[in-house]
């Protein structure tokens, strides 16, 4: 009842947060999950539901955007890591040469489903919808293997310390 009255004004808040059909999908979602779980903190004397949803939709709109700027920077990692030798690949430091054994290293870990999700969206740079397509998984299931396997190459990265000198803090490249 609660998501067939309000769920479009969810979905409109959190379209204009995110920018994204998809993830503004997700953010209704999360928001009326989370409404779900903490039901017992609405108080009607405090205000109105679809003020409380929309609060809780804004909180998610947030998470949501940092999630993504957070990803974003692991793939462009990745993606340089990744990055198919050129000339003068001889001289790149050791340390970039280890980058990517330990990239290499770990993307043979993954599961084999999720590792190809993963070289999808990086070196074919294909966006969820398009490995849904190819791959015939629903795009949720897209986003899951991508997020576990991005967190699974983040807790990778900073078990071994960050190698490269170009993640350490302070440095050029740093983000």
Do not use: C, N
């Amino acid at each position: 009842m609660a998501y067939e009255r309000f769920g479009p004004a969810v979905f409109h808040l959190a379209l204009r947060g995110v920018g994204g059909v998809a993830d503004a999908e997700d953010v209704t979602q999360a928001t009326f999950v989370a409404a779900w779980l903490g039901r017992e903190g609405f108080d009607a004397t405090r205000g109105s539901l679809l003020g409380w949803l929309l609060g809780i939709a804004r909180r998610k709109v947030v998470d949501q955007i940092r999630a993504s700027a957070r990803d974003d920077r692991i793939a462009d990692s990745v993606r340089r890591m990744a990055a198919p030798a050129r000339d003068g690949a001889a001289d790149a430091p050791p340390d970039r040469i280890v980058d990517r054994l330990v990239l290499a290293d770990e993307m043979a870990r993954l599961p084999g489903e999720q590792r190809r999700v993963l070289e999808l969206a990086f070196y074919d740079d294909l966006t969820h919808p398009q490995i849904a397509a190819l791959t015939g998984l629903p795009l949720g299931t897209v986003k899951s293997h991508l997020r576990r396997g991005m967190a699974r190459l983040r807790s990778r990265w900073e078990v071994d310390g960050a190698t490269s000198g170009a993640r350490a803090a302070g440095t050029p490249g740093a983000r």
